[in-house]
């Protein structure tokens, strides 16, 4: 028998959930049921602005709809960038991190000009252009107030943790971790202090979340995740990873295919019992 498992939801408030949502609501209901375990529920609205309360609202619904029921309080992330703001700062104190004050269209054009650029699982990769900034053009850039973002300097990272590191995916076994596939990240953006890389490691380990369920779409960012944890020294979760769920054409569920919301289906008459099944978990 499986430990008892703490499990987490971790849904962003940024538009209804549809069947891919609840696929991966269940796979951690279920996990935490499974062991005798807990399951927690977490809203990533700290894009404020993308996030919106009555998206927020709408996934309680359709979560209790389905015959969830999860822990409170419900941690909101927009109500912990002090947790963030910690975690940023004893990076920054290791010397783990870089101001970044290039604007998007800057770094496209970076990259446009260099005959190769590295590509990561979201695209090309930083250039690295303000990790070479001296320290005197940087103090000067910071005490004019200039806007920006912090960097992870991957390097210095890897450099820091010294050896291999692994992460443990169920049904595959230990992987072992590239944390520099995407780069010299963002972990804090210019107008909030976190990113979602930084949120998740801090809140996974915040809430002891022992097994991670989410979509196959976020196994890369894992790798990073392996790393972070290893700097800020938490706990390490277990991983499972699922397939996305696909429509008749193949296509990947979008918050945008308003047609796959669990609110529709609802509306449409559908029991919670038939849009479990639909989202692979038949009772
Ligand atoms: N908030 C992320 C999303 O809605 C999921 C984060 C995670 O499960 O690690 O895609």
């Given at each position: 028998m499986a430990p008892p498992h703490v499990t987490r939801f971790a849904p962003s408030p940024t538009g209804h959930l549809h069947l891919g949502h609840a696929h991966s609501a269940l796979a951690g209901f279920r996990a935490a049921r499974e062991t005798g375990g807990r399951f927690l529920l977490r809203i990533e609205d700290i894009d404020l602005g993308r996030a919106r309360p009555e998206y927020e609202t709408a996934i309680f619904e359709d979560l209790a709809w389905l015959g969830l029921a999860w822990e409170e309080p419900v941690r909101r992330q927009s109500e912990h960038f002090d947790d963030y703001r910690a975690a940023l700062a004893r990076l920054a104190a290791a010397g783990l991190l870089y101001p970044c004050f290039c604007t998007r269209a800057e770094i496209q054009a970076e990259i446009a000009r260099a005959p190769s650029a590295p590509q990561g699982p979201d695209g090309p990769l930083y250039p690295g252009t303000c990790r070479a900034l001296t320290g005197d053009e940087r103090d000067r850039r910071l005490a004019r107030g200039e806007p920006h973002a912090l960097r992870l300097d991957v390097a210095r990272a890897r450099a820091r943790i010294g050896s291999d590191l692994t992460f443990e995916e169920e049904g595959r076994g230990p992987v072992l971790a590239r944390?520099?596939?995407?780069?010299?990240?963002?972990?804090?953006?210019r107008d909030f202090p976190a990113s979602y890389h930084l949120a998740v490691v801090v809140d996974d380990a915040l809430q002891a979340v022992s097994l991670v369920t989410r979509g196959e779409d976020l196994f890369p960012a894992t790798h990073l995740h392996r790393l972070l944890q290893a700097l800020l020294d938490v706990p390490v979760p277990r991983y499972r990873h699922h397939a996305l769920l696909r429509d008749d054409a193949g296509r990947r569920l979008a918050?945008?295919?308003?047609?796959?919301a669990i609110r529709e289906l609802r509306r449409l008459g559908l029991s919670p019992a038939e849009v479990r099944r639909r989202a692979g978990f038949p009772d």
């Amino acid at each position: 028998m499986a430990p008892p498992h703490v499990t987490r939801f971790a849904p962003s408030p940024t538009g209804h959930l549809h069947l891919g949502h609840a696929h991966s609501a269940l796979a951690g209901f279920r996990a935490a049921r499974e062991t005798g375990g807990r399951f927690l529920l977490r809203i990533e609205d700290i894009d404020l602005g993308r996030a919106r309360p009555e998206y927020e609202t709408a996934i309680f619904e359709d979560l209790a709809w389905l015959g969830l029921a999860w822990e409170e309080p419900v941690r909101r992330q927009s109500e912990h960038f002090d947790d963030y703001r910690a975690a940023l700062a004893r990076l920054a104190a290791a010397g783990l991190l870089y101001p970044c004050f290039c604007t998007r269209a800057e770094i496209q054009a970076e990259i446009a000009r260099a005959p190769s650029a590295p590509q990561g699982p979201d695209g090309p990769l930083y250039p690295g252009t303000c990790r070479a900034l001296t320290g005197d053009e940087r103090d000067r850039r910071l005490a004019r107030g200039e806007p920006h973002a912090l960097r992870l300097d991957v390097a210095r990272a890897r450099a820091r943790i010294g050896s291999d590191l692994t992460f443990e995916e169920e049904g595959r076994g230990p992987v072992l971790a590239r944390p520099a596939l995407f780069g010299d990240v963002v972990l804090a953006r210019r107008d909030f202090p976190a990113s979602y890389h930084l949120a998740v490691v801090v809140d996974d380990a915040l809430q002891a979340v022992s097994l991670v369920t989410r979509g196959e779409d976020l196994f890369p960012a894992t790798h990073l995740h392996r790393l972070l944890q290893a700097l800020l020294d938490v706990p390490v979760p277990r991983y499972r990873h699922h397939a996305l769920l696909r429509d008749d054409a193949g296509r990947r569920l979008a918050k945008r295919d308003g047609a796959r919301a669990i609110r529709e289906l609802r509306r449409l008459g559908l029991s919670p019992a038939e849009v479990r099944r639909r989202a692979g978990f038949p009772d």
